[in-house]
């Protein structure tokens, strides 16, 4: 399986002070950043996905379905809550092209709340394509301090494909429009690149 370099770079590092642990102090002094060394192996994990053929939405990463909102555009918001066990690698929703990249710090709530949506730190990509948009939120959460983004605007994308992660538990928010409807409910686990997150709606058609 593969793993993002930034787990292999902590992995190495914990292993370094365990094994100095070890060597100066007792034999048995290193085994927690051992545990932790491979804690990290396992949390930075990247599994490769295959997604549903068709006219899908998928889910952009693995978690919990905590909210549906529909929002005062009109719009559908849905968010997904990610643990400390999740693959934390997203994906983009649909194929398309990036139009649009923009951080924007912020706090550091709790992810699972309705608040981290709004107030904490984010990172947004708007992915357009076969006449539709759909807007995709990287979002921080208590623990996560940094989020990774591979894509830059310009950027054609396919359903599903990587487009970075979040480091320790986050939230990933995916909005969009009336033409596609939702096909997961609150409560759900869904796995990044295979869930169908929404099926477009058939009068919609291909623009």
Request: some cysteine; aromatic content about 10%; glycine content about 10%.
């Amino acid at each position: 399986m593969k793993i993002v370099a930034d787990g292999l770079y902590y992995a190495l590092g914990l292993i370094v002070v365990g094994v100095l642990l070890s060597f100066f102090l007792t034999p048995y002094a290193g085994l927690p950043f051992y545990a932790l060394a491979v804690f990290c192996l396992y949390f930075f994990r990247d599994p490769d996905r295959i997604s549903p053929p068709g006219d899908v939405m998928v889910a952009p990463a693995d978690g919990k379905i905590v909210a549906m909102r529909r929002l005062d555009s009109g719009e559908v918001r849905v968010s997904i809550f990610l643990n400390i066990f999740n693959v934390h690698v997203n994906r983009t929703p649909i194929a398309g092209r990036i139009t649009g990249v923009q951080y924007q710090k912020g706090k550091f709530l709790v992810a699972s709340h309705e608040a981290a949506s709004l107030e904490n730190e984010q990172n947004t990509l708007i992915i357009e394509g076969n006449g539709t948009r759909v807007i995709c939120r990287q979002i921080a959460g208590l623990i996560a301090r940094r989020i990774v983004c591979y894509k830059r605007p310009g950027d054609s994308v396919s359903t599903g494909e990587r487009i970075g992660y979040i480091k320790f538990g986050s939230r990933t928010d995916v909005i969009f429009g009336s033409e596609w409807s939702v096909a997961v409910r609150i409560g759900d686990k869904v796995a990044g690149g295979t869930t169908v997150l929404a099926n477009r709606n058939s009068f919609e058609g291909t623009h």
